[in-house]
């Protein structure tokens, strides 16, 4: 097998201005991305919008508090969304984080319309309500398999940043969340995974993306000092933060 393949913008000021570069694995990048030479797949498959044969559709979900949700998610879900040619990113806000059971969270509701808003002018978005309308504490496992029987047919890809996947391993029924999706790691600039802590090899995929350098924390800090957060998270989110006086 060979090494991870690093991929970069075409142009010196995309580079300079959004560069992301992506460390993945070749085979699985392209497993049903390239054209199928098999005259049964093609016949049976479809083609996306990037002009590639697939056997199945592709759907990305991307989990989250989106506490409030801003433009870092939404770039790592376009990326995720080109590099693995996805038909589809389904975000789930999360109804109440087991990792944040003892903090503060903004109702879930209000969560949910600030992820409808900023994700309504991308077609390729949408938005569910199955982790914030089931009872009890959202788990992983839990969201993978109700997203698993409204999509039975289509091959997931589960986005989530690479610290959360640490976290995830310990969760409820971790040893079987790799056989319902394969998972696509974003990093920030410089982030290395904990320490002692083992991927499933083959499991997980690595993308780093500067645009996460951007935190729901810092936005939440900025609105409750009375700074702005224009930039940091879409314009329809930046009027529900202020229309509802969320975070101060």
């Known amino acids: 097998m060979t090494g991870p393949k690093r991929m970069r913008p075409e142009s010196a000021e995309a580079d300079s201005e959004l560069a992301i570069s992506y460390v993945v694995e070749p085979e699985r990048r ?6 199928e030479s098999a005259g049964s797949a093609v016949s049976t498959g479809r083609r996306s919008a990037r002009g590639n044969w697939h056997s199945r559709p592709r759907i990305g979900i991307r989990g989250g508090t ?4 801003h433009n870092g998610h939404l770039v790592a879900a376009s990326e995720v969304s080109w590099v693995y040619d996805l038909d589809e990113v389904i975000f789930v806000p999360t109804g109440r984080p087991v990792f944040k059971l003892d903090k503060n969270v903004t109702n879930a509701e209000d969560r949910y319309l600030m992820t409808v808003i900023a994700t309504a002018s991308n077609p390729k978005f949408t938005v569910s309500r199955v982790d914030i309308d089931r009872p009890g504490i959202p788990y992983t496992i839990d969201t993978l398999r109700d997203i698993r029987v409204q ?19 310990r969760w409820k029924d ?7 999706a394969h998972f696509v790691a974003v990093t920030r600039p410089g982030y290395s995974s904990p320490e002692g802590v083992k991927l499933p090899e083959g ?15 810092d936005v939440r800090r900025r609105a ?3 700074e702005p ?9 930046v009027q529900y933060i202020g229309k509802h006086g969320l975070y101060r």
């Open 151 to 169: 999509h039975p047919d289509p091959e997931l890809f589960f986005i989530t940043r690479a610290d959360a996947v640490a976290e995830i391993m």
């Open 66 to 69: 989106f506490d409030p949700i």
């Open 30 to 35: 392209m497993s049903g991305l390239s054209v």
């Open 174 to 180: 971790a040893d079987k969340i790799w056989e319902l």
């Open 229 to 237: 957060v224009w930039y940091l998270v879409p314009d329809g989110v």
């Open 203 to 217: 499991k997980v995929d690595t993308l780093e993306i500067p645009a996460l350098a951007i935190s729901s924390t």
């Open 224 to 226: 409750d000092h009375g």
